[in-house]
């Protein structure tokens, strides 16, 4: 994987969702080879045929464990909606530049074969069906369930879990089968986070604390290990190396990152190896401003873990050589809420000496924070989307509604470590025809860091 080919085009998610545009979400695919004449340019648009969809993230249809089966092809890119809770099956194998719709899945097959809803994160199996981790039931509760589609069909199967023991609150997942082992994450109940953030709901037990282990053959829920309260643990990432029976998780709104581990004993623990401490500040929501840890990834040499703070505006690289210990080699800002001359006046920092300037590129200050992050291959270039999902982005960054999301290229030095934002990318999605849209998750085809599980 890391001596595939170089990225020329990548999929982004455009929601209209709280823009006040009543049209369709849609799929863009990007140009992003620089040797071409569209370089930077959104060359394909497909709609979807609904209306407040909310499309987030997106997996495959078919594993790199199926690499040299010939009846395998990575042709269908599964999209789930977070909040109407439909699933689009997108056909890429014809035209890898014009997606287009291959099959819908309606939210009542969820709701009536599985009793879930809001679908968050699908990977493929190795058995072939598609594996999607949901937020809640189907009436915004919390549940940390999951549907089973087949992968030839895209029909809903029923539920992946077996028992009736499921965690309270779903989001991510990743799975290792060497080590038999699921572990999934918690972010909100639907009904809680659907229009926005209220820091009351923590206390509510609204928001998730929790990463939860699954016995990968049984699928029954086997532990939860907390991380504390109001830790808002997001998105998780196992080493790449299928052997290794350890990983990270980012929280969000503890802003630390906590590696987990299998022990001697067989069962699984976790240990806080990275904190972003919070800024007191004036102007804003709460005195303190958490760092907002809202995606993380680490790269296929199992070298480098990078992580986005949305609000605090910086993307940060970690070498992780020793799991135990990473060790900060690389930070860049690119906006956020405590940029200089902006509305939030810090007030005591114990990182920065000043507030980081605003983010100019191609003459635009860049709205909003650093959110979604890719990885190329090689791990030389970090693509970067600024839109965490719309009901938040309307909260907490009314100017990245109104003007658009954008996305980002950031250049890594993969030898020493450091990270510098390229000048000449800029791929601004207020100036869409029918913008402007909130760009979210970042996805190759044929995979990339965050896709690919080997077992």
């Known amino acids: 994987a890391l001596k595939g080919p170089r990225e020329e085009i990548v999929y982004v998610?455009?929601?209209?969702?709280?823009?006040?545009?009543?049209?369709?979400?849609?799929?863009?695919?990007?140009?992003?080879?620089?040797?071409?004449?569209?370089?930077?340019?959104?060359?394909?648009?497909?709609?979807?045929?609904?209306?407040?969809?909310?499309?987030?993230?997106?997996?495959?249809?078919?594993?790199?464990?199926?690499?040299?089966?010939?009846t395998k092809r990575r042709n269908r890119l599964i999209l789930p909606s977070l909040i109407s809770s439909r699933i689009y099956v997108v056909d890429v194998g014809t035209d890898l530049r014009a997606p287009r719709i291959h099959k819908i899945v309606e939210?009542?097959?969820?709701?009536?074969?599985?009793?879930?809803?809001?679908?968050?994160t699908s990977h493929c199996l190795g058995s072939g069906d598609i594996l999607i981790s949901c937020l809640g039931?189907?009436?915004?509760?919390?549940?940390?369930?999951?549907?089973?589609?087949?992968g030839e069909t895209f029909e809903v199967k029923g539920n992946w879990e077996n028992g009736e023991k499921?965690?309270?609150?779903?989001?991510?997942?990743?799975?290792?089968?060497?080590?038999?082992?699921?572990?999934?994450?918690?972010?909100?109940?639907?009904?809680?986070?659907?229009?926005?953030?209220?820091?009351?709901?923590?206390?509510?037990?609204?928001?998730?604390?929790?990463?939860?282990?699954?016995?990968?053959?049984?699928?029954?829920?086997?532990?939860?290990?907390?991380?504390?309260?109001?830790?808002?643990?997001?998105?998780?990432?196992?080493?790449?190396?299928?052997?290794?029976?350890?990983?990270?998780?980012?929280c969000a709104l503890s802003s630390a990152v906590h590696r987990f581990y299998k022990t001697e004993k067989g069962?699984?623990?976790?240990?806080?190896?990275?904190?972003?401490?919070?800024?007191?500040?004036?102007?804003?929501?709460?005195?303190?401003?958490?760092?907002?840890?809202?995606?993380?990834?680490?790269?296929?040499?199992?070298?480098?873990?990078?992580?986005?703070?949305w609000l605090h505006g910086d993307i940060r690289q970690y070498d992780i050589s020793n799991t135990r210990k990473p060790k900060l080699v690389g930070q860049v800002f690119l906006g956020g809420s405590i940029t200089n001359g902006g509305p939030v006046t810090v007030v005591e920092d114990k990182e920065l000496q000043c507030q980081p300037e605003p983010l100019v590129i191609k003459g635009k200050k860049v709205p909003g924070g650093p959110q979604m992050i890719q990885l190329s291959l090689d791990g030389k270039r970090l693509y970067v989307s600024s839109s965490l999902y719309s009901g938040w982005d309307k909260q907490f960054y009314p100017d990245l509604v109104k003007e658009g999301s954008v996305m980002l290229q950031i250049d890594v030095d993969t030898e020493r470590g450091g990270l510098k934002v390229n000048k000449n990318f800029l791929v601004d999605f207020g100036k869409e025809p029918d913008g402007p849209v909130l760009a979210h998750e970042i996805r190759y085809p044929g995979g990339d860091s965050t896709s690919d599980i080997w077992m």
């Open 13 to 70: 998610p455009c929601i209209y969702r709280n823009t006040g545009i009543e049209k369709p979400d849609y799929l863009a695919t990007v140009d992003v080879n620089p040797e071409s004449p569209h370089y930077c340019q959104v060359i394909h648009r497909l709609p979807v045929p609904n209306l407040k969809d909310e499309l987030h993230h997106s997996g495959w249809n078919a594993c790199s464990s199926c690499f040299g089966d010939a």
């Open 107 to 120: 939210p009542v097959e969820l709701f009536w074969k599985g009793n879930v809803a809001n679908p968050h």
């Open 267 to 309: 069962d699984w623990a976790a240990e806080k190896v990275i904190e972003v401490p919070s800024k007191k500040v004036q102007g804003w929501l709460l005195p303190d401003m958490p760092g907002l840890i809202t995606d993380i990834l680490i790269s296929l040499d199992d070298r480098f873990l990078y992580f986005s703070n």
């Open 137 to 150: 039931d189907p009436s915004g509760n919390g549940k940390g369930g999951f549907i089973l589609l087949d």
């Open 166 to 250: 499921v965690p309270p609150l779903g989001y991510d997942f990743w799975y290792q089968p060497r080590h038999n082992v699921l572990i999934s994450t918690e972010w909100g109940a639907p009904k809680a986070l659907a229009n926005g953030f209220n820091p009351a709901d923590i206390e509510r037990g609204y928001y998730g604390r929790r990463i939860n282990v699954w016995d990968w053959s049984t699928h029954t829920y086997i532990q939860a290990i907390d991380l504390g309260k109001g830790s808002i643990p997001l998105e998780v990432r196992f080493l790449h190396n299928p052997d290794a029976a350890e990983g990270f998780v980012g």
